[in-house]
């Protein structure tokens, strides 16, 4: 999440996948602005989006964020809302945020 220069917050959503032939692919599948960034509305936007490109959270293998608490908080983060949909997915750290 970011803001813009009208000091919107921003999200961008990109998907990753593994092609037959092993490649890593990614999809950039959009820009959205977001009301606020509490985690129940992140969620919402995310689920939008996916379903607006028919997509399912119940298809996610994984995820990967920054660590603002909104995000991190164990039973209230959108980690944890996204893992009580779908128990079977990883969240990754963003590896770009660690460095």
Known sequence: MSR???VKEKMVVVQRCVDVKGCVIECFIGIVHIKNTIA??????IEALFSKHRL?????????????SNIQAEFHGLKALIMK????TYYIHCFSHQL
Request: charge should be negative; charged fraction near 20%.
């Open 85 to 88: 949909d779908n128990p079977s």
């Open 56 to 68: 399912s959270i119940s298809h996610l293998l994984g995820h990967g964020y920054d660590g603002a």
């Open 4 to 6: 813009d220069v009208l």
């Open 40 to 45: 129940l509305s992140l969620k919402e936007t």
